[in-house]
């Protein structure tokens, strides 16, 4: 019998990871678009967050003849991204792809190789993370009474959102608040309204929702402060 018990504890024990594995949706981990000048290349870094992440360039206007590298932890990968100089403007996005990359820092560089013309861009960085922010991180800071801070989401791929509300410091009582984009506008879940009250050190919970969200989190105290981390996971 006491065999059999410690065959079942260890079955659910090793069970456990399972449960809390993370879920991930894919996302844009840095995007940006500009005008590249021969003096000074377009730098676009970001930190990879799953195995395969891929670089995606759209030339938008210009003449200038233009090499895309793209680095991985500061070593130049092969096969550049190339436009020959002139008006002429490929549809789409040229793209590569890179392989086991978690956790490495990506770099994109667009090298303006002309001395008199520009070229115009837009570049983004796209892989898989479980942060459905649209800062793509969470976000720190301190509030002072009878102040906000408001954080936005992507809509999460698995319908569900996990939100969660972490006290760092500070004694002021707070409300929590979630409001849903619908169209254009943006509606409030009265269900998930919360008061996090002096004495709570974090509030975590799951909106059932595959659109847009933003959370606020409100001072409402005069003379006291709240201190806070606040960050949206993709929950399974």
């Given amino acids: 019998m006491k065999r059999v018990s410690i065959l079942i504890a260890l079955i659910a024990l090793c069970a456990i990871p399972l449960n809390t594995i993370a879920q991930t949706c894919s996302t844009v981990l840095k995007s940006k678009n500009g005008t590249v000048y021969s003096a000074n290349p377009a730098v676009i870094n970001t930190v990879a967050t799953s195995n395969q992440v891929t670089v995606k360039v759209k030339k938008t206007g210009g003449r200038a003849e233009t090499q895309v590298n793209v680095y991985v932890d500061n070593v130049m990968q092969p ?6 100089n002139g008006t002429y403007i490929p549809s789409g996005w040229q793209t590569r792809t890179l392989n086991n990359v978690n956790g490495k820092q990506i770099s994109v560089r667009i090298v303006n190789q002309s001395v008199a013309n520009t070229f115009k861009y837009d570049a983004k960085i796209e892989g898989m993370s479980s942060n459905i922010t649209t800062t793509g991180d969470k976000s720190t800071g301190r509030l002072m009474g009878q102040t906000n801070k408001t954080i936005y989401t992507n809509a999460s791929c698995t319908g569900k959102a996990r939100i969660i509300v972490r006290r760092t410091d500070g004694k002021a009582r707070g409300n929590i608040r979630v409001w849903q984009k619908n169209g254009n506008s943006w509606s409030l879940m009265n269900n998930h309204t919360y008061t996090f009250e002096k ?7 799951v909106v059932n929702s595959n659109k847009q969200l933003k ?15 606040m960050n949206a996971l ?3």
């Fill in 234 to 236: 993709a929950a399974n």
């Fill in 199 to 205: 004495n709570q050190d974090k509030k975590i919970f």
């Fill in 79 to 84: 096969n550049p991204i190339e436009y020959d």
């Fill in 215 to 229: 959370v606020e989190l409100r001072n409402v105290s005069v003379g006291n402060t709240l201190s806070y981390v």
